[in-house]
């Protein structure tokens, strides 16, 4: 279990990193690009799509780093830490993105298109695997008496 302690750690340290960062992406399109005010409407959406789409990245880590529970298999805790990956590696991307792809003002933004599709499938797999360690944990028993209040 001391891994996944690890896992649990540098999910909630990466998301508080990407919600710091996220924070400085807004005070960048604010300082440096004026708020946006002014700009052609096509580069204002996917600066400001960025910006929050740094925001969801950061926000899955710090729910997965304090909520996730291992589980009990050894497959599925395999399926939990590839989910945990494409959920890590995102935030890199869209990072990226902000201050390489959006600037270009191209429609097709090929990182932030796989950060996207990675924080889809790596939520995936941890719901999968999240569905698979709530139907193994046992149904509690209730005694009479509490069944009777």
């Known amino acids: 279990m001391r891994d996944w302690s690890k896992l649990k750690w540098l999910h909630l340290v990466v998301g508080v990193f990407v919600l710091l960062a996220f924070l400085g992406t807004g005070q960048f399109m604010d300082r440096r690009l ?12 996917l600066y400001r799509s960025s910006h929050i789409y740094i925001l969801f990245s950061g926000l899955l ?6 909520y996730v529970t291992p589980s009990g298999s050894p497959v599925g ?69 509490e069944v009777s209040t």
């Not at 880590?61 to 304090?66: A, P």
């Open 61 to 66: 880590n710090l729910v997965l780093g304090t």
């Open 77 to 145: 805790r395999l399926v939990q830490y590839l989910g945990s990956a494409l959920l890590l590696a995102p935030a890199g991307l869209f990072l990226y993105g902000f201050f390489v792809e959006t600037p270009l003002a191209l429609i097709e933004r090929p990182m932030i298109r796989r950060g996207i599709y990675w924080s889809l499938y790596g939520a995936l797999l941890h719901g999968v695997a999240g569905l698979a360690v709530r139907e193994a944990r046992p149904e509690p028993v209730h005694s009479k008496e």
């Open 34 to 45: 004026d708020h946006l005010v002014g700009m052609p409407d096509a580069p204002r959406a």
